[in-house]
Structures are given as C-alpha cells and as structure tokens.
Nanobody, 125 residues
Framework: QVQLVESGGGLVQAGGSVRLSCAAS????????MGWFRQVPGKEREFVAG????????VYRDSVRGRFTISRDNAKNTLYLQMNSLKLEDTAVYYC??????????????????WGKGTLVTVSS
C-alpha cells in the first residue's frame, strides 16, 4: 500500500515552468508504475504521463510531449513532473497515481490503484 501527496502547483504565467512532486507519505514508490493525470472541472480526467516501475516505459500524451518530463527518484520516494512552456490549456488539477506492485502494462487510469488528492496548476496569460 502507498499513500501519495502531490505538491508544487500554483499560479504560473503562460510560457513559464513548474515542477510537480508526488511523495509517498506511506510506503515506497519503487515497485509501482506511476503516472500523472489531470482534470479540468466539468471534464473527464485525462492521462498526462506515465513511467514504469523500472524507470522505463515513459509515455506522454501528445499535447505535452516535448514540454513535460516525468521522472522518479526512488531513493527520495518521489515522482516528478517538470512542466515547461506552459499553455493556458494546461490549467487543471494534477493527480499522481500508482499501479499495483510490479505492474508492466500501460499506465492508464483504469490500471491505477492509488491516487493522490491533486494539486492545482493555473496558467495565466
């Protein structure tokens, strides 16, 4: 079991950068494939980026590829999302999530067993 806590959200200007962190307050992230998802009020939650439990299998949604970077530091028990060249449409609540241990399939909302409570990123013009 793992408990996840996101941080790093806030207000940022378009074109700016922010780094989100997802720390495990209980348990360790090392055996879990993990992902970042986001949700705008009134819309469905969508996949942003995923990373396998070995650190490989990195995948991004098309609209963030080349701007966002997902990474993990198992020694610090933390997942990151570096977000650069932010756009207004990146405004959302960002959630991190973890799969069951040693899961090797795609990072998808339906395959994530543990979720954080989210952190709001607001991109202003």
């Amino acid at each position: 079991q793992v408990q996840l806590v996101e941080s790093g959200g806030g207000l940022v200007q378009a074109g700016g950068s922010v780094r989100l962190s997802c720390a495990a307050s209980l348990g360790t992230i090392s055996p879990y494939s993990m992902g970042w998802f986001r949700q705008v009020p009134g819309k469905e939650r969508e996949f942003v980026a995923g990373i396998g439990w070995t650190g490989g299998s990195i995948v991004y949604r098309d609209s963030v590829r080349g701007r966002f970077t997902i990474s993990r530091d198992n020694a610090k028990n933390t997942l990151y999302l570096q977000m650069n060249s932010l756009k207004l449409e990146d405004t959302a609540v960002y959630y991190c999530a973890a799969s069951r241990p040693y899961y090797n399939g795609p990072v998808h909302e339906d395959n994530m067993d543990y979720w954080g409570k989210g952190t709001l990123v607001t991109v202003s013009s």
